[in-house]
């Protein structure tokens, strides 16, 4: 990977796996959002290959589809059906079975035979990781607070309440066949300073995970039919006419441990605008590494890294507020209570005088599960939750010079539909910033 990293310095949309027989993911993140009905329909596709050849039944293919009100539709298939274009002399393009997907658009053909349906087994592992970082989060905030709290967290009904919380969606073996086009794409401007979205630490070729940031607006079009093949009469087609889209990528041997991952491109007034919000424990080195074996070593390259890039659709401008911007975190929090109620607030700035809020708040428990590389347990992992329906208002503005009270406001909107993803121990990275705020 670290050859392919180092070839693939400027192009990260490309496949980086070229060679790679085990211990490798990589994922292609499509999401596009109908003009009309506001539903979010998300595609992600990649290849997952096991840490070791004792596991290499776990290596496979796969399509994910991600719709509201559903469990994931997860489409398996054998890692010879992966293709991939692994050279930026080629045109970019993924194909997995029937499927393909370019910067043009994606086209599907996913047979209901191929549905991997989770286990009782399975829900029941995610619930309970769910809920053992829900508690570290409530655990964490309430230390500070009243006694009263205090014995809330203490009480032994604090998990079964927040189990509570949880909802398994119905599964529907859903075929689907279609074809969404894309154009006017709006793509992540580089430099020789900041070859990726990652900045200068896309330099660094020994990564765990690395992040790529291929589309951060285009316009979309087309159509998508499910059809139900236990219930000829459950037929649904989805119209896409003036949507609007996003795409990302990970690659790398593993995902981070604890990272919230935030984005909208469905704001209610200014349409065409679109935001991309990360934190995540980032070690500098993977755990394959010789020198992470050193305990002081591991412990100190640890590094709550950050992504922050707003698109303003009306004028055309992209704002980076990430790590490498040298821009300041001036607030930062993450609550929850006991209903499972998750707020999370940011408040960056930099040295140009810009400003930047970003609120988000869902109800957690009632997202969309799914599967990750997991290098621990071997296997894409049912680990992650990812909500359609968080909330999230952000508002850019600029101080006036000489005016500390004076600020032009350049954006103040809110999206009803963002997806949100907090995984882990969240609170190592908001203690983190919390001792760095200014």
Known sequence: MV???????????????????????????????????????????????????????????????????????????????????????????????????QKSGITLDLPSSRLIKPSDKEYEEYSDLLVEDWVNIINVKSSNHSSIESQLVASPTLKQDLLKNIIRHKFISYSIHGHIYFDKMVPFLTTYAFPSVMGPFAYIPFLECNHGLLSIDHRSQGNIELINEEN??????????????????????????????????????????????????????????????????????????????FYHGSTNTTYNFSTYTLSYVREFNIEMDNSAMQHINIYVSNIQGYHLKISIKRRAGRGIPLRAPVKQFEKMFLRVEESL??????????KQRNHNEAENVIFHDKSIDAGLEVVGNVMWIAKKYQKWLI
């Not at 290959?49 to 293919?61: G, I, L």
């Not at 889209?245 to 593993?254: T, V």
């Not at 329906?389 to 600029?398: F, G, T």
Request: proline content about 3%.
């Open 389 to 398: 329906d968080a909330e999230m208002s952000v508002k850019l503005w600029k």
């Open 232 to 309: 000829k009469d459950d037929f649904k087609k989805i119209i896409f006419k003036n949507g609007h889209g996003y795409i990302e990528k990970d690659w790398g041997i593993d995902f981070p441990r604890s990272y919230i991952w935030a984005q909208t491109n469905n704001f209610k007034n200014e349409k065409g605008s679109s935001i991309l919000f990360s934190v995540a424990d980032v070690p500098f080195m993977s755990s394959d590494n010789l020198l992470s074996k050193i305990h002081f070593l591991k412990k100190s390259l640890r590094y709550p890294g950050r992504l922050i890039i």
């Open 3 to 101: 050859s392919s990293n180092i070839k693939l310095l400027y192009h990260p949309e490309y496949y980086h796996g070229d060679g790679i027989e085990k211990n490798f993911f990589e994922g292609w993140y499509f999401k596009t959002v109908s003009n009309d009905d506001n539903e979010p329909f998300i595609v992600i596709v990649g290849i997952y290959r096991a840490p070791s050849s004792s596991n290499n039944n776990e290596s496979h293919a796969f399509v994910m589809v991600l719709l509201s009100g559903f469990d994931c539709l997860y489409y398996r298939y054998d890692v010879s059906e992966f293709e991939a274009s692994s050279s930026s002399d080629m045109d970019f393009y993924v194909k997995i079975g029937n499927n393909k997907f």
